[in-house]
């Protein structure tokens, strides 16, 4: 077949062509989009309405579950939970006595200094602060634990009051010290 038509009729009819092809896939894209959008519509009605069937369970159990029984489960858990938390509190606060008199008894003591009183306390740093009381039989003895409680790493800030240095035999002595908590 020959096609007679002059050049520019047959440019129309290629551009007429084009248009019914662009035509044609615009239609396709365009009936593609609504059932794409029709099909998300319809998933988000069956979400809707799901999340209200479970909220009407869920006030249906809530309601079941507002018996006097439950409520005074309830009073008891949360009184428990405060004893907890007191009892927590109580644990980070506690101070380990045998820590303590552990590192004071293994500093070397020259014999004839007794211990009379301990008194164990907690700053606010973390420190734990120790007062300790005692007899010497003699000042040079109570001299040598002093040397010996200052060479010790573990106890921090060592310091006899000055009383302990007034009497030669028999001294009463009161030294204070700090030992860390991570000890």
Same mark, same amino acid.
């Given at each position: 077949?020959i096609n007679l038509l002059p050049? !520019?009729? =047959?440019? &129309? ?39 209200? *069937? ?6 249906? +159990? !809530? ?10 489960? &309830?009073?008891?858990?949360? =009184? ?10 109580? *644990? =980070?606060?506690?101070?380990?006595? +045998? ?6 008894? /293994?500093? $070397?003591? $020259?014999? /004839?200094? *007794? ?8 700053? &606010? ?8 009381? /005692? ?5 040079? +003895? ?7 409680? !200052? ?10 009051? $000055? !009383?302990?240095?007034? +009497? $030669? ?8 010290? /700090?030992?860390?908590? =991570?000890?």
């Open positions: 077949m050049l !520019e009729e =047959k440019q &129309k009819l290629f551009i007429r062509d084009k248009e019914k092809l662009a035509i044609i896939w615009g239609d396709a894209i365009l009936i593609c989009l609504v059932c794409l959008a029709l099909i998300l519509l319809s998933i988000r009605f069956y979400i809707l309405a799901d999340t209200d *069937y479970q909220k009407y369970i869920l006030n249906q +159990n !809530e309601q079941k579950n507002q018996t006097a029984d439950f409520a005074n489960f &309830k009073n008891i858990i949360q =009184k428990y939970n405060t004893v907890l938390v007191q009892v927590n509190t109580f *644990y =980070k606060k506690e101070i380990y006595f +045998n820590q303590v008199l552990e590192n004071i008894m /293994g500093v $070397p003591r $020259p014999s /004839g200094i *007794y211990f009379t009183k301990f008194s164990i306390d907690r700053d &606010k740093n973390g420190t734990i602060k120790v007062i300790v009381s /005692g007899v010497s039989d003699t000042r040079n +003895n109570l001299l040598i634990f002093k040397k010996n409680i !200052e060479d010790d790493k573990n106890l921090k800030n060592p310091t006899f009051s $000055p !009383e302990s240095w007034i +009497n $030669p035999q028999n001294a009463n002595f009161s030294l204070t010290f /700090g030992i860390n908590e =991570k000890q």
